[in-house]
């Protein structure tokens, strides 16, 4: 099982400029949550996609938006990047079990995107 | 608003000693917390789930406790050793609402000495 997989693991883009960050899940999960960790700070949630559509969404602009495949993996979209979108971005995998999500209980985080902005 | 309050940016502590790591929250009623450790540059990685009416639990050198009352989790690891250095972050989670969206605290840099 190669759990949550991301890439790239690196990227540098200009300000300005548009970003496409990409999530493969773990085996087994239909859900897919982003996170923006800046340094020092703890990952902050920006949505979460489950059935190919965005179920909730955190306190991010419209600069950022997503997209969820039929394979379950997903994609993260910045557009007009500003600096301070230079951050490390996780990319966590879950499952859904409807009434009972309470019993479904750890995210699976990937390794991140360490995306800087100059 | 809701707030996660984690004791200390930093904690440094001797090899062999124990760790103790406080998670304050504030406007919660979690159903129940998480805690996950994060190497840099690294994602989180999950430790232990306590539920509310749990008022421990442990798992080898860890232990976690958990005081609705106090709006407080404790985080322990005995023993401890220089891999245990890491950031922890701490997660409550109220009923409902989706697995994905995890509110994390600042979490705690511990560095334990050799």
């Known amino acids: 099982d190669a759990g949550v997989t991301q890439s790239p693991t690196h990227l540098i883009k200009t300000r300005g400029q548009q970003v496409t960050l990409r999530c493969s899940p773990k085996s087994g999960h239909d859900t897919v949550s982003w996170y923006q960790q800046a340094l020092g700070q703890g990952p902050q949630f920006i949505f979460q996609y489950y059935e190919e559509e965005e179920r909730q969404r955190g306190n991010f602009p419209d600069r950022f938006s997503g997209h969820q495949f039929p394979n379950y993996s997903s994609e993260l979209n910045v557009n007009a990047l500003l600096l301070g979108d230079s951050a490390l971005y996780l990319c966590?995998?879950?499952?859904?079990?409807?009434?009972?999500?309470?019993?479904?209980?750890?995210?699976?985080f990937g390794q991140g995107t360490r995306l800087t902005v100059v | 608003s809701q707030k996660i309050e984690q004791n200390s940016e930093a904690l440094n502590i001797q090899e062999g000693k124990t760790a103790t790591l406080t998670c304050n929250y504030t406007?919660?009623?979690?159903?129940?917390l998480q805690w996950y450790r994060q190497d840099p540059g690294r994602g989180p990685v999950f430790l232990l789930l306590i539920r509310e009416n749990e008022k421990e639990k442990r798992k080898e050198r860890l232990k976690v406790t958990f005081d609705t009352t106090l709006k407080q989790s404790l985080f322990h690891i005995t023993a401890s050793q220089p891999a245990d250095s890491a950031t922890y972050l701490c997660a409550p989670r109220n009923y409902g609402g989706s697995q994905g969206n995890l509110i994390f605290g600042k979490g705690t840099k511990l560095s334990v000495k050799p």
């Open positions: 406007n919660y009623s979690p159903a129940y």
């Open positions: 966590a995998s879950s499952y859904w079990t409807g009434a009972t999500r309470i019993q479904n209980t750890e995210a699976f």
